[in-house]
């Protein structure tokens, strides 16, 4: 069983839908959770740290269910730019080796 | 945000030939840098942790004779694929923790291409 999970892919939405990520972690000790998104050819950047309880950022909200050892990632009235791979990592210590999934491809259509 | 700059973004050598990528954080300091290689269409893929003034510590299955990685300063890590082969070709990517008290994120170089013909 891989330590990272992610859904596996690609999403297909039209502009304006609501589509969630799911990300389940096997490492009960891990303390960090981000969301980073990856374009084409390009390097991953980070979209969102979730920390907590979770938090909210314009049309993304991440959650953490740290019981159930999951994080997700909503994003609200999609955008044709919104298409990318997004990443789930987690970190087992703060500032340690991050574990990446192997992503979820989005794609938005017109 | 913190910025991470890599260098070069592309090289295409010959079989047998070393190649340096250079990876710098510009405008924060990082005891911890992070060199990835991601094949098209695949995940990234850990190959070792870069630790200031240490040795680096690779992951299972990367040699570490033959991707030598050193990390002189606080703000510069090297990685040199040594008699590069076509099957070295890929997209290699470094990571840096900013050395700041609760700040965990790391911020990526926007990758170096290799190809070895």
């Known amino acids: 069983r891989k330590e990272v999970e992610q859904d596996p892919g690609p999403f297909n939405v039209p502009e304006g839908a609501t589509v969630a990520f799911n990300c389940t972690y096997s490492?009960?000790?891990?303390?960090?959770f981000f969301w980073y998104r990856q374009d084409c050819r390009k390097e991953p950047k980070l979209l969102m740290s979730?920390?907590?309880s979770g938090n909210e950022d314009g049309r993304f909200t991440a959650q953490l269910n740290r019981a159930s050892q999951y994080i997700s990632l909503l994003i609200r009235d999609s955008k044709l730019s919104d298409s990318a791979t997004y990443l789930c990592v987690v970190n087992p210590y703060n500032a340690g080796k991050s574990t990446f999934g192997d992503g979820t491809t989005l794609t938005v259509k017109p | 945000g913190a910025v991470v700059s890599q260098h070069p973004s592309w090289v295409i050598c010959k079989s047998g030939t070393s190649v340096k990528i250079e990876c710098r954080s510009l405008?924060?300091?990082?005891?911890?840098m992070f060199w990835y290689r991601q094949f098209p269409k695949q995940s990234l893929m850990l190959m070792a942790t870069s630790n200031e003034g240490s040795k680096a510590t690779y992951e299972q299955g990367v040699e570490k004779d033959k991707f030598l990685i050193n990390h002189a300063s606080l703000t510069l890590s090297t990685l040199t694929v040594t008699s590069a082969h076509p099957e070295d070709s890929s997209f290699y990517i470094c990571?840096?923790?900013?050395?700041?008290?609760?700040?965990?994120?790391?911020?990526f170089g926007p990758g170096t291409r290799l190809t070895v013909t």
């Open positions: 490492n009960s000790a891990s303390q960090s």
């Open positions: 990571s840096a923790h900013p050395r700041l008290a609760g700040v965990y994120e790391q911020y």
């Open positions: 405008d924060f300091q990082a005891t911890t």
């Open positions: 979730v920390y907590s």
